[in-house]
């Protein structure tokens, strides 16, 4: 063997050998240590993200601890069947008449569940601020969504009134306390600004309805919504009345009474009918017009139709 080839033997071996140990410095000692390294501070992270939310959620509950104390039972049959009496209770309570509470499913929202009431009732303006005053004098996580004020014909001091409520239910996976079927009770919110019904009670003598002193013209409120001019042998016209949200359908030749409004259809045409009064006068009523609106046509428009 000459001396070329020894040192060209010699040289692929030392190659062979560094290749080899620097393969595997890389793969069985840098990789594995740099991934331990990664692993350790991804365990360190959720460590600390841990420790976080533990001191968030503790300082959470010393903050807000009281909302769970107000909140609606866990259990959907009870949420709802006690909370919708309690709101029974509490409209007769006020002095509310021709009381009614509807419920509706619960939704999911973030926190919990929201649970949505209809109320539907009648009464006085003072009776609604004593209502509204007990309702938010209660602990339950609740509010008022809407609420609607509808004259009653003939009463300018009794209203109708549609409320929509909302309640919630905390859920259970972040509540640390004890289940209950039971409404929370005892618990006194200051979320008014005066803990005294009678500085309510001088919003509540004010005339809101100043404007029907005499009385609520259920015409002002009997609207013509639609005219059908092919509906079998004849064709027909539809009221709505707002104050009950009552649908009136009469024909031609029949008649139609409404508070101060009393008249009968001679006429059904594309966009408008044509009323006869009991004075004998003639009126044109518009689609979407109420009978109050109606227009008195010339008293020879009634000589030529006769």
């Excluded at 140990?21 to 365990?43: C, D, H, M, V």
């Excluded at 019904?197 to 009385?215: E, F, P, S, W």
């Amino acid at each position: 063997m000459t001396l070329r080839n020894i040192i060209l033997i010699s040289g692929l071996s030392i190659f062979l050998v560094w290749y080899v140990a620097s393969w595997a410095y890389q793969t069985q000692y840098l990789e594995p240590r740099k991934k331990l390294g990664n692993e350790i501070a991804q365990f360190s992270q959720a460590i600390d993200g841990g420790k976080q939310g533990v001191a968030a959620m503790k300082q959470f509950w010393e903050l807000n601890s009281g909302y769970y104390y107000r909140s609606l039972p866990r259990v959907q049959n009870d949420a709802q069947s006690q909370y919708g009496f309690w709101l029974l209770e509490l409209l007769q309570y006020s002095g509310l008449e021709q009381n009614s509470v509807n419920d509706a499913p619960p939704t999911r929202v973030l926190p919990g569940a929201n649970y949505q009431f209809t109320i539907r009732c009648t009464g006085s303006l003072p009776q609604l601020s004593n209502f509204l005053f007990e309702f938010y004098y209660a602990p339950f996580l609740h509010r008022i969504a809407s609420l609607t004020l509808t004259p009653t014909e003939g009463n300018t001091e009794k209203l109708t009134f549609s409320l929509t409520v909302n309640a919630l239910v905390l859920d259970s996976r972040y509540n640390p306390l004890p289940p209950t079927n039971q409404l929370p009770q005892g618990f006194i919110i200051p979320r008014l600004a005066s803990n005294d019904l009678a500085t309510y009670q001088v919003i509540a003598d004010r005339n809101l309805l100043h404007t029907a002193k005499g009385g609520v013209d259920r015409a002002d409120y009997t609207f013509l919504t639609a005219i059908i001019l092919q509906l079998g042998d004849q064709p027909e016209v539809w009221f709505r009345v707002r104050t009950d949200d009552s649908l009136i359908k009469v024909k031609l030749g029949d008649s139609i009474d409404s508070g101060s409004f009393s008249g009968r259809i001679v006429e059904i045409l594309d966009e408008d009918i044509v009323l006869d009064r009991k004075d004998g006068s003639r009126w044109l009523l518009a689609a979407g017009e109420s009978l109050s609106e109606a227009f008195a046509l010339p008293p020879e428009t009634a000589e030529r139709k006769e």
